[in-house]
């Protein structure tokens, strides 16, 4: 209810602030028999952690995770997996100068006013560092996807103008914008040296792609799994726009070349992304996501401090000129947490009903 | 868990196929001493009706809903809240024909693969006809919101490529469209006299503006207010895409002109769409949805059926060549349950704090 | 969140006031294609309705049952199930004359507290009226255990003094007490002649049998499947002790005799009552709940009304000299909705686990 | 879903098996501005952790609590609180010749059956030692009733056969059986000494009470308060019936006895349990619990293995001859957490209402 758990059935629930001793996470409801071991976790964290490029934040991190109960042998028990990541490089002195100020686009302004409290020290919960539990969680959620066939992949494909030609996955972890087509990079590195020198930020869109999603996953009505996925993927930090398939260019389209035409092959075209009447429809299923721009950048500014008065304000600290491209894998965990947790949502519904796999 | 119930203090659970025998709602959670009668619902209800305009469905229903609990003497009494609304235009024989067709763009084909069965009838649960209880949920919603000082508004932004200079919310009940800009009817109209000799649909865009939201509303992390929005809204049968404030657009943005600075008099601009961290600002919320065009039109196609096999497939029935013009009060009705819903967990959440309303 | 519905995958909600226009239910998350008519419900009311003997209250009811929705040609579809039951003996005019006071043992007093508000016919919402929901959700379960070979009986074992010497389940249906041993009968028959010259009520206590379920289903720690059954059973009105297995007779017994051995046949003995460590070991499970005898009876007593004046006090309405005889279909009803849905759960946790049947 | 989650808006989740790494726990939803420190949490697990008297299992635990986030400068932020405990003395060498034997009364078979998979090492996750998680959870509700006037405690108040005159709960942390009575202490070390020798074991009665809390807390119909102490209370290991007020003994009263009479004063007799309707009245609020004996004690038997063969059990490790002494701190952390959720639902609820306090 207070928001930090993730899913209904597998369950993530995290805590931790940036500057806290500890972050953590506990996965309830992960079915047992699954082998997991440190490494699958390490791999994705490490994929998410600061300082993989000089493109991103520069804090020293080695976000090492601890897996502290509910796998024995190597394979999961059915019993609640408890994991563990102690912060290292927390430098709280940072943010003893603006412990009182809000900065703009942050949470700071309206955590003081829901809680009457905040830990002001890089951000609090509120920072992007709370998105490691994410990844860890997303990490297990796609063992077991794996065992089921399901893959969940994402990439940039569009930083400020520059937009990817074509989305090859296999691209992303090749350069250092995470970004589906290489061909793009030099442009990319182009733009960043001009960014950085101007002490500013940059917007990105980010596809997700599900693939070997079986049809008849998602609950109608209030539940559709577009629905949730919509919810999972808005909740990262920066995220403001989700698209399913065919988003916000459906509103200049007709239905005649909008709806896609079934033939005993398959759907003719996936203006859909996968899902219909909230339904997977066994298509990929392809979500699109807007991030808005790093708030906390170099330049100076004014704002209001919790006195409510205008105060100047210098954020130092070490931030991303571009959030999206650290992004990624959390979407890919944001992603795959969504669909195993709908996917055993779904054997509680209709354990009987036989599927075409 | 089968997705029938939104909300999780303020609890709205629906029931009723398309072509059924009633629609009906259970409203659990609704604050004591808030007066009700049928009318304000009924008033909603009448603005979601099919046969408003000659640019919707002509289906012939009364919408005539019935309190049967809850109420006591004109006043809430914190007890559940039964809603009942009989069918009774519910022309079945025009569905017999396609029974074992799947309609493109529909659920059929989703259904049928997760249940195993399904109620063909106009489709079933998955009509747009389910959409009636939101709108009766939604009415109370409002009733108790308005106590609140909280207003929710809702109106056609864009249809194809006509799109609205000015957002008049005054316009949306004196135009046939719900258009926010009435000086566009005049070119709707012809837009739509072509579209309906083409039996064609199209998409459309709609602003739901929430104003009079205190600071401190939605829960951090994974239920980020926005988050449950997106969810909230993009659960509306044909919606695409969801906008929290500045969305696509900014993902061309520098951080620069994006991040909203703070004076003493407010937030200079609203890109955020009134929610930081997940938590309301105090500014307004502006959330953009973009819904695709009516999947069922006249022209006729080819699809599958439920053995696979090619098949003619000629859709008749009543249909709306653009169902963003009935969205608007779902959409207000989807807003208000998430706001006064997350109002209510904020209450247990804080109930201490003290906020400047 | 507020209390109507019971349940998280197979979910039952109910509404509804005793001397209101309806009492209803939705059913959402039932499993599709079971075989479901209006006979199979209406049996079960049948069984709890007033009026079916001269021990109990003699209001005139038929607690005739429609379905509105879920199921199509006789069978569910996986959508929600919408019943509905409209009161027509309520003569409200009975309680005129205790509108402002708190009758003892009911709950006047605390919902006044609460909600500032209430429906003060015949009980309101707090009315065993509600029951009618719950016996007729417990017969869309039983259906579905039915399926899956589990049997959920119950019957009267104690009321007053007076204990039954032999548990026979096919005896509750042919005697007027519900109780599970006919040889009884006869003194139960002297007992209540007296009991109601003296106009006052007795207490019962009434044995839950579960028969058939597989190990497995329950989920440790937090919601182990006794706890749940507990609550579930609990929140009938009047339950004030539950027992699983060997329950307050535990407190003096020692590990040696309490312990079930395990032969390769089977537990020896079944002082677990079928549960162990929250998960059901595949023996009976057995539950022995203890109602309190009806609060309302006709001698006058004085109370407090709404001014927190003395009054006095004298409830006329139709009343049970013992709530336990009609709780019978009742608690059956509780055991099977908690059953089935824990049977949902397991298959959610554990989809791949190979289980003997 | 998977039980390991307690409450709606205060929610304790925990994780950890007894011979793991370590044990650990998230509070999401305690409200902000709470003082909270270690020494809370330590002073309540140090009257859980073995080895406090000679009647008690001797396992070497500190059970030392680290406090991993959520507290910021001695203040709860209304961020999830992660706690953690490390074991240390896990002789799991104890456990490898039983590790393919069921041992009766304890979860073995149920895990195994369940899960296809378990942890075997000093019972897993069945372990009474997952309760330390539930002590420290409960110590935190503590502070927050604490500061709302609510008082929660416990005693045991029979062993086998010997039974307190009188509830002093001041004479509990003064006798090694946590005993309501003190001067039954000379007869219950004679008991022990009886039992030790005859390596057997006893079950326990114990006493929750709850004072100080307002009426109006509980939710009507299916989450009513008595439903969900039950619940909660039933959760725990080795717990086998529970009494709300007068429980089994309520079957043998008279409704002229029974009902409690208000008068101007509040309530002349207290036989419900200050719970009434589900909804609390303002009395003490009085639940007793039975607790089964140790199933673990050191006689041989004959059990059956992974197999289904019969084999010798010989069950060493260490082990408590009467479970009921170190469960009165988590009965009453149990209530604790069961009381401050139930308190934050009805703000929830109706937060306009206005209260006698």
């Known amino acids: ?20 001793i500890a972050l953590g996470a506990v996965i309830d409801g992960c079915p047992p028999n699954i082998e997991i071991n440190e490494l699958d976790i390490q791999k994705e964290l490490d994929r998410r952690k600061p300082g993989q490029s000089k493109y991103v934040t520069q804090r020293k991190e080695s976000d090492k995770v601890e897996v502290l109960s509910g796998v024995f042998e190597g394979k999961t028990t059915g019993t609640p997996i408890g994991l563990l990541v ?32 905040r830990d002001f ?15 860890a969680g997303g990490a297990i959620a796609k063992k077991v996807l794996e ?34 087509d290489k061909s793009k990079v030099k442009a990319l590195e182009n ?30 009505v209030f539940s559709k799994l577009d629905a949730e996925l ?3 993927l808005m909740s990262v930090n920066a995220v403001k726009a989700i698209e399913i398939g065919t988003g916000v260019d459906s509103v200049t389209m007709r239905g ?24 997977s429809n066994g298509d990929d299923i392809n979500i699109f996501t807007s991030l808005k721009p790093t708030s906390s950048i170099s330049q100076k500014t004014t704002t209001t401090n919790i006195d409510n008065q205008k105060v100047d304000l210098e954020v130092k600290g070490r931030h991303d000129p571009c959030v999206g491209l650290r992004a990624v894998p959390i979407l890919e965990a944001m992603a795959a947490l969504t669909i195993i947790d709908q996917m055993l949502i779904d054997k509680a519904q209709c354990f009987d009903v036989e599927r075409k796999s």
């Open 86 to 117: 102690r912060n290292t490089d927390h430098k709280s002195k940072d943010y003893e100068n603006i412990k009182d100020k809000f900065r703009p686009g942050h949470a700071d302004f309206t955590y003081q006013q829901k809680y009457g409290i």
């Open 1 to 20: 209810m207070s928001g930090n758990t993730f899913g209904k059935i597998f369950k993530l629930t995290t805590f931790g602030e940036s500057h806290g």
């Open 121 to 135: 020290r890089g951000g609090g919960r509120a920072s992007a560092r709370e998105t490691v539990m994410r990844v």
């Open 230 to 232: 919509a919810k999972s």
């Open 191 to 220: 733009f960043f040296k001009e960014l950085i020198k101007d002490q500013d930020s940059i917007g990105a869109k980010i596809i997700v792609n599900i693939s070997g999603l079986q049809p008849g996953v998602g609950s109608p």
């Open 256 to 279: 005649s070349e909008n709806r896609d035409i079934i033939s005993v092959d398959g759907f003719e075209t996936n203006n859909s992304g996968g899902i219909l009447g909230g339904i």
């Open 147 to 180: 065992k089921k066939g399901v893959i969940v992949r994402a990439g940039v494909m569009q930083i400020g103008d520059i937009v990817a030609d074509s989305h090859n996955f296999s691209d992303v972890s090749k350069n250092d914008f995470n970004f589906v």
